[in-house]
């Protein structure tokens, strides 16, 4: 059974991927995470965080990937050591030494071999197997006939393997990233990435400083590390078929308007819905985005993948509540970005499907004051039974 895997960057968004059909959720720490502005869980969010996948059958895997100097280790095996007693599902590490400090712990959590080890080899899985990984994410540089071929091998010792299947890609190769740490000295490997990547660049000729030569791509500007954002659903079947046991989604510091959307598009695809590239994409477009790529899935990478000229990165959706309590009589609808009386939204459900829901002529809150307009964390009566965790959205004309 393949395993649908999503981000939480903060302990509200945990509780949104399992309302929205992650089989897993993987988070960070204070200690040892690659996402310095994620949000990142103190371990007492981490204890709860667990504690609410496992009463809701899913699992809870720790992301202590940074690679870490010598005088951290302490501090990354008490965390550790704290999460096994949690009974945390798997230790997401890249480190080569921090994987031999927890075998040597003795800890019942299984190690998972975080993307920024760039694997590339069924070589390199088994030597992973061997030092007691229990789970290998492959490279995004991989086609899917080299994944095929891994996964031959693979299947043969019962590694489990992951693969990226969507959200923002590192221009770098697996993320292996300088350009953070020179222009700000912000270190991609340490969790502090400053998405350097995706600023607005110019360029000048040496000879000629000062001087920025016409160079147009649209009234962005040119992006010239900036990629696409992958998108592998049109993959899946394949990949299941291969053997591939997890499908991760990149995002810990998205919004729960990208995880609702995206966790519940490709839970469907999973369950075996059959959604065409042109439909997937149209959905997908619904939250803001760089373009979508299939990156190294085909087998080539072209200039496309690098480029902003076929993208419309404006979302066609636009979040603004959520249902924070149903009730016999009425649910309250909690405002996250401004309503207008009489507005035509959309109800993204918690299975997927998409409904239509015009707001009354008069918006009451829950202090029964009326009003024409609702703004951000203000409280709406309204007489519809939805799901606990459904997102409201505005359609752009």
């Not at 960070?28 to 009463?55: D, P, Q, W």
């Not at 031999?100 to 992973?128: D, R």
């Not at 649910?331 to 401004?338: I, Q, T």
Request: glycine content about 8%; aromatic content about 12%; overall charge negative.
């Amino acid at each position: 059974m393949s395993e649908l895997l999503a981000p939480a960057g903060t302990l509200e968004k945990l509780k949104w991927a399992v309302a929205y059909g992650a089989d897993a959720v993987y988070f960070g720490t204070k200690e040892g995470s690659l996402r310095s502005y994620a949000g990142n869980f103190s371990l007492e969010e981490a204890e709860e965080g667990l504690n609410h996948l496992h009463e809701n059958g899913r699992k809870g895997y720790i992301t202590l990937n940074i690679y870490p100097y010598s005088e951290e280790y302490t501090s990354l095996l008490d965390t550790a050591k704290s999460l096994n007693d949690m009974k945390a599902d798997a230790f997401i590490v890249s480190d080569l030494g921090l994987i031999f400090e927890l075998k040597k712990l003795g800890l019942s959590v299984p190690i998972h071999i975080s993307t920024q080890a760039n694997t590339l080899s069924h070589q390199t899985i088994e030597a992973y197997r061997q030092l007691g990984a229990k789970r290998v994410n492959l490279a995004r540089e991989l086609s899917l006939e080299r994944i095929k071929e891994i996964q031959k091998e693979a299947n043969k010792t019962g590694i489990e393997t992951e693969v990226f299947i969507h959200g923002a890609v590192c221009f770098s190769y697996s993320g292996r990233c300088a350009i953070s740490d020179y222009l700000t000295g912000r270190g991609a490997n340490r969790g502090e990435c400053a998405q350097a990547c995706r600023w607005n660049y110019h360029l000048v000729e040496e000879k000629r400083p000062g001087e920025y030569l016409p160079v147009f791509e649209d009234e962005r500007g040119l992006y010239f590390f900036n990629s696409k954002d992958l998108a592998l659903f049109p993959f899946i079947d394949e990949l299941q078929k291969a053997g591939v046991i997890s499908f991760k989604i990149e995002g810990r510091m998205k919004t729960v308007h990208y995880l609702a959307s995206v966790i519940s598009f490709y839970r469907r695809v999973m369950d075996g819905e059959k959604i065409s590239p042109e439909e997937g994409f149209r959905y997908l477009s619904r939250i803001t985005n760089r373009g979508y790529s299939y990156g190294f899935m085909k087998g080539e990478n072209t200039y496309e993948d690098y480029s902003f000229e076929t993208s419309d990165s404006a979302a066609t959706s636009t979040f603004v509540g959520d249902i924070a309590e149903r009730g016999p009589v009425y649910s309250v609808l909690r405002v996250r970005n401004k309503i207008t009386a009489g507005d035509r939204l959309e109800v993204l459900h918690t299975n997927g499907t998409i409904s239509e829901f015009i707001m009354p002529e008069k918006l009451i809150t829950t202090e029964n004051e009326e009003l024409e307009v609702a703004n951000s964390h203000q409280h709406l009566k309204i007489n519809a039974d939805f799901d606990l965790f459904t997102v409201f959205r505005k359609v752009k004309e």
